[in-house]
């Protein structure tokens, strides 16, 4: 089946440490995105990947970092310099970077730190 | 920055009513879209509708569009308990600062159906 997987579903974090949050999929899609949801909040970008090799910085992405080093994989790195990280993180695709285009997301990981 | 912004942030209904939520943005659009999304999961694509569109339908979903007034509805009809989830806007902006291609969410309306 095709989609979009992200892992863990939950994940904890201590203080002071780096963790790599999973997203792989098998859409044959070109463009791959991160947001974080804050409880009864929208969606807010963080990091965004149109094509291979190539990322750019979404409105939050400050404390993060990502790569895109195989179309179908899109890994983001929630560093000791993000404050806040306790948040739910949604990994989306899409076609192509095009506005006219819908997304496609993952099922989420929940990151809390301890 | 946020773009869109549904309303009512809840709503609350029996089964077999229907529900209307709005959405209100700010800036000229290519799209928008609507998205509904169930407690801790992701959100799932339900319809766009273009800017020289006024009106699409899917099944039991109705939206419309005014972009004169920036503003769209989305109308579910003889709604059902698996109805309840988060319902979100997202504009796909005309000239959308340099984040070229991507989607602004609003928060979303909170729709509650009771059996």
């Known amino acids: 089946d095709g989609g979009i997987t992200q892992s863990p579903k939950y994940l904890f974090r201590k203080e002071g440490q780096n963790v790599t949050l999973s997203c792989e999929q098998n859409?044959?899609?070109?463009?791959m995105y991160w947001y974080r949801q804050d409880p009864g909040q929208g969606l807010r970008l963080i990091y965004y990947s149109q094509i291979v090799n190539d990322f750019q910085k979404g409105d939050i992405a400050e404390g993060y970092s990502v790569s895109r080093e195989k179309k179908e994989s899109f890994p983001l790195t929630v560093t000791s310099a993000q404050k806040n990280p306790t948040a739910f993180y949604l990994c989306?695709?899409?076609?192509?970077?095009?506005?006219?285009?819908?997304?496609?997301f993952g099922q989420g990981t929940r990151l809390t730190v301890v | 920055s946020q773009q869109g912004e549904e309303d009512p942030q809840a709503l609350s209904i029996q089964e077999g009513e229907n529900a209307t939520m709005n959405c209100s943005y700010k800036?000229?659009?290519?799209?928008l879209q609507w998205y509904r999304q169930n407690s801790g999961r992701g959100l799932v694509h339900l319809i766009l509708i273009r800017s020289n569109e006024r009106e699409k339908h899917s099944g039991r979903l109705r939206v419309t569009l005014d972009t004169s007034k920036k503003s769209s509805s989305l109308l579910i009809t003889a709604s059902r308990a698996a109805d309840t989830a988060s319902y979100f806007c997202?504009?796909?902006?005309?000239?959308?600062?340099?984040?070229?291609?991507?989607?602004?969410f609003g928060k979303g309306t909170k729709l509650s159906v009771k059996p």
């Open positions: 800036t000229s659009i290519n799209n």
């Open positions: 989306a695709s899409s076609i192509s970077g095009g506005r006219n285009t819908e997304a496609f």
């Open positions: 859409l044959n899609h070109d463009a």
């Open positions: 997202a504009t796909g902006g005309a000239n959308y600062g340099g984040s070229q291609g991507n989607l602004i």
